[in-house]
């Protein structure tokens, strides 16, 4: 899975339906820093995707 990174957040690419954000050639990357914040839409799990 790879990752980019806007505005201090951390994001899914390609960006799931449900995030906002679009992607602006940041630089893609496989791993998560520690020093930002997680999009809840793209990284979080929600009830209805554990089906």
Known sequence: MLYFIKDG???Q????????ETYENQVLRDTIP???????????IWPADRD
């Open 13 to 20: 690419y390609p960006p799931v339906w449900r995030c906002s």
């Open 9 to 11: 957040t951390i994001h």
């Open 34 to 44: 520690s020093d930002v914040e997680e999009c809840p839409y793209c990284l979080g």
